[in-house]
């Protein structure tokens, strides 16, 4: 796992490697981006507890910090690319269950 990920970040990607173990290829590198996402939040993070949570618009009026916006925008990306993965994988499951019951029922072909 790359240095710069924190706790967090680890825990959410041997979580998701220990629920869908087989995972390779396309879909690892997805959990992979999934978990910069999440790195990059709590850099992000960070910086807004550094500079705090407002900063100044172009205008002079306060605005909140971009940091901060873009750590929720990042988290949110992240938890959806993990919910695809979820799914996917659930769905996986599900088609190797009902083709291993249809062979053990005798039937064959692919429909549902």
Known sequence: ????????????????????????????????????????????????????????????????SPAMIEARLSRTASAAILKSLRTDAADTRSTKARRAARVRHGRTGTAS
Not at 11 to 21: L, M, R, S
């Open 1 to 64: 796992m790359p240095a710069h990920w924190q706790a967090r970040t680890r825990d959410i990607f041997e979580a998701v490697i220990e629920e869908i173990p087989d995972l390779q290829g396309a879909a690892l590198a997805t959990l992979f981006e999934a978990a910069e996402l999440s790195a990059a939040a709590d850099l992000l993070d960070a910086y807004a507890r550094e500079h705090g949570p407002m900063s100044v618009g172009s205008q002079g009026q306060p605005t909140v």
